[in-house]
């Protein structure tokens, strides 16, 4: 069965930092979308199973996408936050063909 779950979100002030974490089974997660109210989701980041990563103009030089092969674990590390970053994020893997998302974790950036 393939699980996909996210955490580490919450309330932070802006300039503030966090760190979000995606737990796989049975799929190697790739990349974070968010999805803000009234939005379409939008890739923040991605990182290939080679290591290459790529990021949304957006997040360029804040944010960081990492990820634990051992614990098959994917990593957003999120800093200097603004309240336009404010949304709900989700960890996203493809595997044979079909695109895998998570329940998804709630950041919320206040100014």
């Known amino acids: 069965q393939v699980q996909l779950v996210e955490s580490g979100g919450g309330l932070v002030q802006a300039g503030g930092s966090l760190r979000l974490s995606c737990a796989a089974s049975?799929?190697?997660?790739m990349a974070w979308y968010r999805q803000a109210p009234g939005k379409q989701r939008e890739l923040v980041a991605r990182?290939?199973?080679?290591?290459?990563?790529s990021y949304a103009d957006s997040v360029k030089g804040r944010f960081t996408i990492s990820r634990d092969n051992a614990k098959n674990t994917l990593y957003l590390q999120m800093n200097s936050l603004k309240p336009e970053d404010t949304a709900v994020y989700y960890c996203?893997?493809?595997?044979?063909?079909?695109?895998?998302w998570g329940q998804g974790t709630q950041v919320s950036v206040s100014s």
């Open positions: 996203n893997g493809d595997r044979l063909g079909y695109s895998y």
């Open positions: 049975n799929i190697n997660p």
């Open positions: 990182i290939t199973s080679s290591g290459v990563t």
